[in-house]
């Protein structure tokens, strides 16, 4: 799954039903360090990103047979909820997640990518769907697509920058807003705190995916001015690596009204480094507050 903590890993078990069809179960907790709940009343979105996250980890790895040490590189991931599917209650949740292959892609025997789908079930009822797509690139090709990228930790990334204020990006900790102000509106550099527990669960030449979509709900939480509203919606591309040593900016703008439906609004938050867009977001949200 691609964590080094035990306690970050949200699958439980799988199933392998055919050749490009899983079951997997997860579990999420009532309460956690970084995926808080939102309003205290309801599961984080975000913890179904990175349960999807983690199944495409483990079925590239023990169903496809991807060696440990490959890397994983995701291409696009969207996600929608179903709010009243993520309402807490008095135990954790047991989720089962049914899994489509599809578009597998080998090379020279071994998986080189593929696209999955997803319906994350609590009892029995669609809690979330979600796509994905990845390549997977052995360690020889990696090195000669990186070369000598420092580590997170490594005295050449770039110092860390202050935090936005967590009101603003419907955070309660200074350590969890990955934003930092800039002398414009709707726009913010890229705050990457390789210190963080969850966020930089183990050294990484380069900035999480995980880190780029909190990035999205958090600008998206400024622009609308919510303090802790509930994604419904994220479609998301990436483009490029986004490096550890070199300033990225975060701008987000509000689509027009007629792009999405009545009852939603919708932002879309860029990242872009060294003149390059290494990711594009769009957040969908409720006209109000949920």
């Known amino acids: 799954m691609h964590r080094a903590a035990v306690a970050e890993v949200m699958l439980t078990d799988w199933e392998r039903q055919d050749d490009t069809h899983f079951t997997v179960t997860a579990q999420w907790p009532r309460g956690h360090s970084f995926f808080t709940p939102v309003h205290g009343t309801h599961h984080d979105p975000l913890m179904a990103v990175e349960t999807f996250r983690q199944v495409g980890a483990l079925l590239g790895h023990a169903e496809f047979g991807v060696p440990f040490g490959h890397q994983f590189l995701m291409k696009d991931l969207s996600i929608a909820v179903e709010h009243e599917q993520?309402?807490?209650g008095g135990a954790p949740a047991?989720?089962?997640?049914?899994?489509?292959?599809?578009?597998?892609?080998?090379?020279?025997?071994?998986?080189?990518?593929?696209r999955y789908e997803a319906?994350?079930?609590?009892?029995?009822?669609?809690?979330a769907t979600a796509a994905?797509?990845?390549?997977?690139?052995?360690?020889?090709?990696y090195q000669r697509l990186r070369g000598d990228r420092p580590l997170s930790g490594a005295q050449r990334q770039l110092p860390l920058t202050a935090p936005t204020a967590p009101q603003?990006?419907?955070?309660?900790?200074?350590?969890?807003?990955?934003?930092?102000?800039t002398d414009q509106p709707d726009r913010w550099f890229l705050r990457a705190d390789t210190?963080?527990?969850v966020l930089f669960d183990h050294p990484v030449d380069h900035i999480p995916g995980m880190v780029l979509l909190e990035a999205a709900r958090q600008a998206t939480s400024a622009l609308l001015d919510r303090f802790a509203f509930l994604p419904l919606g994220m479609d998301s591309t990436f483009d490029l690596y986004a490096e550890l040593d070199a300033p990225c900016v975060i701008e987000a703008h509000e689509l027009p009204a007629g792009t999405v439906p009545e009852n939603r609004k919708a932002v879309r938050v860029t990242g872009h480094q060294n003149g390059s867009r290494v990711f594009s977001s769009i957040v969908t949200a409720a006209s109000y507050d949920l």
């Open 195 to 197: 210190r963080h527990p």
């Open 132 to 141: 994905a797509s990845y390549t997977c690139i052995a360690p020889a090709v």
């Open 119 to 127: 319906v994350l079930r609590r009892d029995g009822r669609p809690a």
């Open 86 to 88: 993520l309402e807490m």
């Open 168 to 181: 603003s990006v419907g955070r309660i900790s200074p350590m969890d807003v990955v934003l930092s102000p």
């Open 94 to 114: 047991s989720i089962d997640i049914e899994v489509t292959c599809t578009d597998v892609k080998r090379r020279g025997g071994r998986l080189a990518g593929l």
